[in-house]
């Protein structure tokens, strides 16, 4: 019997004598998406607000905002309360608030690090190296050719990409298929993996032709992509990001909200309530302590919020803090990072 | 700007000055602990490298 299997018809059988499509193919492997939150179902930091940082910063879970100029854009889940595509609920949405023409060394864009572990079976850095396919849902004001790129962690391995969109202000998928690095050094450890940059304004420095491996450091984007950060009140939103092994886009990866919520909390991780400790006068000291939901990635960094106390013993398991006259607490929203 | 923190001894209820095993970034008051593959800390180590020098800690 022979049944054949295609990332677009689906699969057929003689048997059954038709095909079943690929939007119902379940996989059978576990972390086909590399991407976590993908979807931008998870927002621990923000809870939806928009964010408008000085250069760097998390905006919906393990999505990270870069501006090399102040002040140009917006950025955060649901921006601008449109429909999502079809099958997801949430988008993350970037709006620029000025007119700027970027200069040579400029940067704009939205990133992911992807841990080391998750992609060690790729041999990226070897003859070996394993073919990798690329697909998200895209919306923007604008039209034409836009850009992105994949980073090894010194940067100096990088694959600037490009897509095209068609119709402003309707979501489109897109499909990038990218021949996996035979050189360069690609960390399989807790470091960061591989970086996937969209550029939403990129200067000369860091661009380069799409399509071809280079050795140029930093590269964020393709020669002559469009720059959202140019046209005022321009929009960008983004869902459903996918990256997976092989040459074919397949059905977005739905893991369960749990499955998701842990994911992210390897990164990052913040305290809904709040964690008393005992205060034992004769012994002359006493701790509180915070068992994460979610063993990290590292000894994360911590930041106290309604906190008594004096943080000590922080790890990839728990923090604690102590006091000595008093009842030790860490307050409900200290959070505890360890982001790539 | 960072800072450096006390430690607590567990066995003679001291508090060790300078010796705590994270730092502190003043801009948001983080505590930094010292692993390396923290990206917090690299970026603490990248600013001591270019010859800067963390604050003493509170007394």
């Given amino acids: ?29 576990g972390f086909k998406n590399r991407i976590i939150n993908g979807a931008m179902v998870i927002d621990q930091r923000n809870a939806g607000a928009l964010i408008n940082p000085a250069i760097a910063n998390y905006t919906v879970d393990r ?24 099958g997801f609920t949430n988008y993350l949405g ?13 940067q704009f864009f939205i990133r992911q690090k992807i841990e080391g572990f998750n992609i060690s079976d790729l041999g990226w850095g070897t003859v070996n190296a394993k073919t990798v396919t690329l697909s998200f849902w895209v919306y923007s004001s604008l039209t034409g050719t836009f850009g992105g790129a994949l980073q090894n962690s010194a940067s100096n391995r990088n694959y600037p990409f490009t897509y095209t969109i068609s119709s402003a202000n309707t979501w489109e998928q897109k499909t990038v298929t990218i021949a996996g690095d035979t050189t360069g050094t690609w960390l399989t450890t807790n470091g960061n993996g591989i970086s996937l940059v969209f550029s939403l304004g990129t200067g000369s420095t860091y661009s ?43 059905s977005f990866d739905n893991r369960s909200i749990g ?21 034992i006068g ?23 919020v309604g906190t008594t106390g004096t943080a000590q013993n922080v790890s990839t398991q728990s923090a604690d803090v102590f006091a000595t006259s008093t009842y030790p607490r860490i307050g409900a929203g200290t959070t505890a990072s360890s982001e790539l | 700007m960072y800072k450096k923190t006390n430690r607590f001894d567990h ?14 970034r003043i801009m948001d008051n983080a505590f930094i602990p010292f692993d390396p593959a923290n990206t917090d800390y690299q ?12 604050e003493a800690a509170d007394e």
């Fill in chain 2, 11 to 24: 066995d003679t209820n001291a508090i060790i000055a300078n010796e705590g095993s994270y730092i502190i």
């Fill in chain 2, 43 to 54: 970026a603490y180590l990248e600013w001591v490298a270019e010859g800067n020098t963390p």
């Fill in chain 1, 282 to 304: 004769s012994f002359g000291a006493s701790y509180s302590t915070w068992f994460f939901s979610t063993e990290k990635r590292t000894a994360p960094t911590m930041n106290f």
């Fill in chain 1, 208 to 250: 380069a032709t799409a399509g071809a491996w280079s050795s140029s450091a930093f590269l964020t984007s393709a020669t002559g992509a469009t720059s959202v950060v140019g046209t005022n009140g321009a929009t960008f939103y983004i869902t459903g990001v996918q990256l997976e092994v092989g040459d074919t886009a397949t």
């Fill in chain 1, 1 to 29: 019997m022979t049944v054949s299997i295609n990332g677009t018809t689906g699969i057929t059988t003689p048997t059954y004598g038709g095909s079943v499509s690929a939007e119902y193919i379940i996989p059978v492997t």
């Fill in chain 1, 94 to 106: 970037f709006t620029s608030s000025s007119a700027y023409s970027i200069t040579a060394t400029d």
């Fill in chain 1, 63 to 86: 999505w990270q905002y870069y501006q090399s100029q102040t002040s140009k854009g917006s950025i955060g889940q649901n921006a601008g309360a449109i429909t999502p595509p079809t």
């Fill in chain 1, 259 to 279: 499955q998701e919520l842990s994911l992210c909390q390897r990164y990052f991780e913040k305290l809904n309530g709040i964690v008393y400790g005992s205060y």
